[in-house]
């Protein structure tokens, strides 16, 4: 059985940085696509980052780039995203999820982030 599972949401001022953690189980990093996507208050989820299995390629949604980096410990089994000069549009709840081919078939359970001063 697969499972993710992440941490690492809270609430932070405009400006700031968190880091998000997706600890996977039952599965290793170099057989899934993970990605983090986001559900804003009202809004459809949308997609954030996406790291790919084989290369490690990432791919980001515009809002994003040069602010938020995805990565992974292959390691420690676990997908992170660092992000930086957080704004109060970056409010949502942030869910990993991952893919062994073009479905997403493993969610976590979501973790919140919360940007205001």
């Known amino acids: 059985q697969v499972q993710l599972v992440e941490s690492g949401g809270r609430s932070v001022q405009p400006g700031g940085s968190l880091t998000l953690s997706c600890a996977v189980s039952?599965?290793?990093?170099?057989?899934?696509?993970m990605t983090w996507f986001r559900q804003a208050p009202g809004k459809e989820r949308e997609f954030v980052a996406t790291i790919t299995p084989t290369y490690g390629s990432t791919y980001y949604t515009d809002s994003v780039k040069g602010r938020f980096t995805i990565s992974r410990d292959v390691d420690k089994n676990t997908v992170y995203l660092q992000m930086n000069n957080l704004v109060p549009e970056d409010t949502a709840v942030y869910s990993c999820?991952?893919?062994?081919?073009?479905?997403?078939?493993?969610w976590g359970q979501g973790t919140s982030v919360t940007v205001h001063s």
């Open positions: 999820a991952g893919r062994p081919g073009m479905t997403y078939e493993y």
């Open positions: 039952g599965r290793t990093l170099s057989t899934i696509t």
